[in-house]
């Protein structure tokens, strides 16, 4: 049986706490920004890309890539864009500063996330990081020991499961550090649970997260 899956991305499995949360209500706010473009910003599995694609799927977004991204700008239009991984992926600062300019200009909508403030973006010039600044800018964090707890102990007791603290103890210090991660072992772990006949012990929970690690 093959028991692995992707990591949920929807807006139900999207966890708020502290370190997202007036991220998340800005998201939720739209379209009623007072900006059209905002900036999102966190280390890696902090939710930021989770949160990017919630935005997308209610505003219609387009996603743009490193090949999409002049032609966005280019052909202008009012369909929302996001730009995943603006730091990281090999965008052309051209591309970005027209298509930055096009959003402002057009108002139209535009969503940029990135794993490292603003100033440290790897562009030459400042022209792309000039008009970042001027969108709104949210930071996230990643959850901490105590909130990932008690993530699984709400998830669990979501699905009627009794889990011993010992093994949710087990569970948090040995996996990726995200609310999207507990998510899916709780999935996984429920349905291990299920076609064992079996409680989920640490033994079973260990299993999970090595089909997590494999993924």
């Not at 239009?77 to 600062?93: C, F, I, N, S, T």
């Amino acid at each position: 049986m093959e028991l692995g899956h992707d990591v949920a991305q929807s807006e139900d499995d999207f966890m708020v706490c502290a370190g997202n949360e007036l991220a998340f209500a800005h998201v939720m706010a739209f379209p009623s920004w007072a900006s059209p473009a905002t900036v999102l910003v966190g280390a890696a599995k902090s939710g930021k890309s989770h949160l990017a694609r919630i935005w997308a799927q209610r505003a219609g977004a387009v996603a743009a890539t490193t090949k999409t991204a002049e032609e966005l700008a280019t052909h202008g239009g009012k369909q929302p864009v996001l730009v995943d991984d603006v730091d990281r992926d090999g965008y052309l600062e051209s591309d970005l500063f027209h298509l930055l300019n096009q959003s402002m200009r057009d108002e139209r909508p535009i969503l940029l996330t990135a794993r490292v403030p603003i100033a440290e973006w790897p562009y030459i010039t400042n022209d792309v990081k000039s008009r970042a600044r001027l969108a709104a800018l949210f930071s996230l964090t990643a959850p901490d020991d105590i909130l990932l707890s008690q993530m699984f102990v709400k998830l669990f007791t979501d699905r009627q499961l009794s889990v011993d603290p010992k093994v949710i103890s087990y569970l948090v210090s040995r996996m990726e550090r995200s609310s999207e991660e507990v998510v899916a072992l709780v999935e996984l772990l429920d349905r291990m649970s299920l076609s064992r006949g079996r409680a989920i012990t640490r033994a079973i929970a260990a299993e999970a997260l090595e089909i997590r690690s494999e993924r």
